[in-house]
């Protein structure tokens, strides 16, 4: 005798977007009734593969798909080719090259997998592939606002990133009513990319100190990172919290 099938099967889960997720009953409780949140966690934005029987080639198919016009996802798929090649490339500058455009595909796969937008996915993956040849080139040096522009981008977009991994999971859950959820979801959002910021600041001197001295590090280049870093955030947290809100 077969075994009926599960009732949980993942072929039949939902694809949620972004905006749905910010709206996922695993944030909050009913908004209706004020009824508090359910300590049960909701799974159905995430895709169990203990549970995906579909085969090999569709599963794949759906990571490769993006999000938005046919113009975006073709950007989106010429950014992946570049961060590609630039890893290759990045052999030219040794062990540094090679460990900055690899963190540099990380970041482009992760946006794929996570399925962002079609268009913040390819704001992320040109702004990653330019801070990397930026730091290579030694761009910083020379144009010393392009470091802030860099940081202010590049860790707000991060943090989105970041943050809708967390809302795929359904890690977190916040308030009992619309508000209670967006300004949850900003708190967290503008944690998250503080804490990349000084994680990143922490890189840029471990890099300086055991690989490559000439990676440029100071007390005021530091300072003015996590300022912009701290400030791409908060503008991060705004934009995810209330882009339903028509704010």
Known sequence: MTSPPHPRRADALPRRGLEELVDSPA????????RPPSPSIDHTATVDVLLDDRPL???AREIVEVPGSAWTRA??????VLAVLSLV??????????????LVLLGVTLARVLRLPGDLQLLLDLTLVVAAWAALLQL????????????????????VLAVTGLLRAGTFAAGTSRR?????????????GLALAV????????????????IFVSYEDTIGDLAA???????????????????
């Open 27 to 34: 944030l909050a409780g009913s908004l209706d009734d004020g």
């Open 57 to 59: 080639r569709e599963r």
């Open 75 to 80: 950007a989106v798929h010429g950014a992946g």
């Open 89 to 102: 490339a990045g052999l030219g500058w040794g062990v540094v090259g090679l460990a900055l455009m690899a």
């Open 140 to 159: 910083y040096q020379r144009w010393w606002w392009l470091d802030m522009v860099v940081h202010m981008v590049a860790t707000g977009l991060l943090a």
């Open 180 to 192: 209670g959820r967006r300004l949850g979801l900003a708190a967290v959002t503008l944690a998250v």
């Open 199 to 214: 994680v990143w600041e922490v890189g840029e001197w471990a890099g300086h100190t055991y690989l490559d001295p000439a």
């Open 229 to 247: 870093g701290g400030a791409g955030s908060a503008v991060a947290a705004a934009w995810l919290a209330w882009r339903r809100d028509g704010r």
